[in-house]
């Protein structure tokens, strides 16, 4: 099921109706949008990477010799 296209969008507490926008508006919030769906796609890599951090880090220290207490 398609999402239905916005009539209005809210740019800066502004909110413009998408008919009044000109064609370079409109391209402009598409990058926009295309921009914040990159950096949302980003942060979940970057949070895999994290969590795939901590797992290597605890195998390295597990793997390390003991250190003998006196």
């Given at each position: 099921m398609a999402t239905p296209t916005p009539t209005t969008v809210t740019i800066d507490g502004q909110q413009y109706a998408m008919a009044d926008l000109s064609q370079e508006a409109r391209n402009q919030l598409l990058n926009v949008r295309i921009c914040?769906?990159?950096?949302?796609?980003?942060?979940?890599?970057?949070?895999?990477?994290?969590?795939?951090?901590?797992?290597?880090?605890?195998?390295?220290?597990?793997?390390?010799?003991?250190?003998?207490?006196?």
């Open positions: 914040d769906e990159e950096i949302a796609r980003l942060r979940q890599q970057l949070a895999i990477a994290q969590t795939a951090r901590v797992a290597y880090a605890k195998a390295l220290a597990d793997a390390l010799p003991k250190q003998q207490s006196d």
